[in-house]
């Protein structure tokens, strides 16, 4: 019983009829929007209508596919993928692998039949073929006038690695999808965070009990005054507050920590900080224009103890200063940090640097499992040839067979034929 359930889970359909369904779940999964709130489910897939009538936000939440490669059942059927591959190596490739580097000895002419080349010699002598296939780097096994010969051995572990391979890439997956996280922080330049905006996680995350310095934040800027790049210096600090890695990033380069990436996604301008006339240090909050096209931000900077006079502060951009209006809305010209404008000053942009932090446990699994694919591809083109000699009282018989590159092998084996 046990074996007829074990060869079942290694057959090549109940592999593919399984590879098949995970594609399918996979496709759902690209199509259908992963890991967002409930409301964008609800207004793109509504229970009245629904899309290709009977797709809802119900349905979604129902089976999980607003979190497909995170269910227990898309979880499983990875598991079984790569339960029937290791039982597959296990049962099938292994055994053949050890059976192909053993003697395989022909004893009759009529073994000779099945063989996809073969003929039979008289002029030849049985020396001279040992010697021209010994010539060709085959490896030879002989028993008085009986000749077995193989070369290309390797290629026959291509099939091994890819499962090998193909199982890393799976475990990675199970491991990441498990035990990773996203997460999404906006912090001030100087202040210290600790990872608590968690978009998604893993049923069995572990979020790193580590904190994180905003050292500083700026953006460059091109010639036409477009945002080209922007910039924060961070530090990654212990559990005492010192300082154990420092680096500065910006968009596609992060910073790595302990399996954990940090990367520059945003950025954000929240405060002035205004010096009056009695010296004082203010700070003024910026709001947002969203209507606008581009990133503008507005406050208002009173100058009379009712908050009735003042001026309307207008910034775009990081550059250090911030555009002065009237009351009524006309332009008095540019305040530029620690410039005084009617017995006030600009002492700083307060700015804030959007981060998106990311922890995948499994890329490690997955990356050596590419890597391990590229190698059997390679292995693959190394052809595994075979060579039968039986030497019957004045006649010789010979045959051969090979796995792939059969003109080659035939060019080969007609060489060895030449008198």
């Known amino acids: 019983m046990k074996q007829k359930f074990f060869k079942l889970i290694a057959d090549l359909r109940f592999a593919i009829i399984i590879l098949l369904i995970i594609a399918s779940f996979s496709i759902i999964g690209t199509v259908i929007e992963q890991d967002q709130p409930i409301e964008i489910y609800q207004k793109n897939y509504p229970l009245i209508n629904p899309v290709l009538g009977f797709l809802s936000w119900e349905i979604i939440l129902k089976f999980g596919f607003d979190h497909v490669y995170k269910t227990w059942w898309f979880i499983s059927l990875i598991i079984i993928f790569a339960v029937s591959l290791l039982t597959c190596t296990i049962l099938q490739q292994l055994p053949s692998l050890k059976i192909s580097s053993r003697c395989q000895f022909f004893r009759t002419p009529n073994q000779f039949k099945k063989l996809k080349i073969s003929t039979k010699l008289y002029n030849l002598k049985f020396s001279q073929l040992f010697f021209r296939i010994k010539s060709i780097n085959y490896s030879i096994f002989q028993q008085k006038n009986i000749i077995y010969a193989y070369k290309g051995l390797i290629g026959r572990i291509a099939p091994i690695i890819v499962h090998f391979s193909m199982i890393l890439i799976l475990i990675g997956t199970v491991i990441g999808s498990t035990s990773g996280f996203k997460a999404q922080e906006i912090v001030p330049k100087t202040e210290i965070f600790h990872i608590q905006n968690v978009l998604n996680n893993g049923k069995f995350t572990v979020l790193p009990k580590i904190s994180t310095r905003i050292n500083d934040f700026w953006i460059?800027?091109?010639?036409?005054?477009?945002?080209?790049?922007?910039?924060?210096?961070?530090?990654?600090?212990?559990?005492?507050?010192?300082?154990?890695?420092?680096?500065?990033?910006?968009?596609?380069?992060?910073?790595?920590?302990?399996?954990?990436?940090?990367?520059?996604?945003?950025?954000?301008?929240?405060?002035?900080?205004?010096?009056?006339?009695?010296?004082?240090?203010?700070?003024?909050?910026?709001?947002?224009?969203?209507?606008?096209?581009?990133?503008?931000?507005?406050?208002?900077?009173?100058?009379?103890?009712?908050?009735?006079?003042?001026?309307?502060?207008?910034?775009?951009?990081?550059?250090?200063?911030?555009?002065?209006?009237?009351?009524?809305?006309?332009?008095?010209?540019?305040?530029?940090?620690?410039?005084?404008?009617?017995?006030?000053?600009?002492?700083?942009?307060?700015?804030?640097?959007?981060?998106?932090?990311?922890?995948?446990?499994?890329?490690?699994?997955?990356?050596?499992?590419?890597?391990?694919?590229?190698?059997?591809?390679?292995?693959?083109?190394?052809?595994?040839?075979?060579?039968?000699?039986?030497?019957?009282?004045?006649?010789?018989?010979?045959?051969?067979?090979?796995?792939?590159?059969?003109?080659?092998?035939?060019?080969?084996?007609?060489?060895?034929?030449?008198?």
């Open 220 to 419: 460059n800027y091109t010639k036409q005054n477009t945002v080209k790049q922007f910039y924060s210096d961070i530090s990654i600090l212990n559990n005492e507050g010192n300082e154990i890695k420092h680096q500065t990033i910006f968009v596609n380069s992060p910073i790595r920590h302990k399996g954990i990436n940090y990367y520059q996604t945003d950025w954000n301008l929240l405060a002035l900080r205004i010096k009056n006339s009695n010296s004082k240090i203010l700070q003024y909050p910026l709001i947002s224009l969203l209507d606008s096209k581009n990133k503008i931000w507005i406050t208002w900077i009173d100058t009379s103890s009712n908050l009735e006079k003042g001026f309307i502060v207008l910034i775009d951009n990081l550059q250090g200063y911030c555009s002065i209006y009237s009351e009524l809305g006309q332009f008095l010209g540019n305040l530029e940090i620690n410039e005084t404008f009617d017995n006030i000053s600009l002492v700083d942009i307060i700015s804030s640097s959007g981060l998106q932090i990311k922890s995948d446990p499994g890329i490690p699994l997955i990356y050596s499992g590419f890597f391990f694919l590229m190698i059997s591809t390679l292995v693959s083109y190394v052809t595994y040839s075979q060579i039968w000699i039986v030497k019957d009282k004045n006649e010789i018989f010979i045959g051969g067979n090979t796995t792939r590159a059969t003109f080659d092998f035939e060019i080969e084996f007609l060489k060895l034929l030449k008198y």
